[in-house]
């Protein structure tokens, strides 16, 4: 990195064209590594599973994640495209910015369509693993009530989530989340919901991995019942910048959906 340092006195200094041209050069070259560093470490994504990492995107650059599922809900269901920008601002802190998925559910007679609510969000990198303190993360985010009706909660839900982690020898790794958010499901009372999961991974091959996972989710103050679900996938680093996805799973309790899968891709640039 590169730092200039400019006297507070208002006299114009004295570069030369050739010193000026070799400082510009200098600082491209400096900005120019750097980003190439932060481009050389493999990605870190937040799907295809339910837990999202401990990691953030590096200064400067942009990861952008997305994917299509089906859902077997008694009904058949699609959602697509599964955004989700992740834009580094600085070190161990991201912007988050989720687009509204469009949604279709073939209903007996009629097809409903639309799309539902957005998000915006940060994740902030805590702490690095060290001994018996997992990695940490925490994301804050809000949903954006801009979705059709049927797939909208009509009201900025807020979401709180805290991520951990661990490394463990071969590459393998275990984690997951514990979060809240305050919603109103669409109706007129507001209710927390609650989220925690419980991850591991798998490596395989030096591009190839693989998950299983299992998470669910609790309504207080609410007359539904919890939903629980066991998952698993894989992911192909095509390379440090692209990566592959592909997930099944399926739910454990009635109020559970019976089955779901997809597909999807995370890049970086």
Known sequence: MVIIVLSNNHKQAAFKPQKLKAISLLIATGLCACQTSFAEEALITDRPDFTESTQTV????VQIEAGLTYTDTGLDQ???????????LIENLELRIEVPNYTTVDTPGDNVDGFSDGSIGVKVHLADQ????PDLGLIASASLPVGKEAFSSDNVDPTLTLAWAYDLDSGYSIGGNVGVTSSDGGGDDRFLETAYSFAAGIPLTESWSAYVEYYGLSFLSSDEDSEHYMNGGFTYLVNNNLQLDWRIGFGLTDNSDDLFTGAGLSVRF
């Open 78 to 88: 699609f959602e697509l495209p599964e955004a989700l920008f992740r834009i580094g």
């Open 58 to 61: 590096a200064p400067g650059l």
């Open 130 to 133: 060290n001994g018996a303190l």
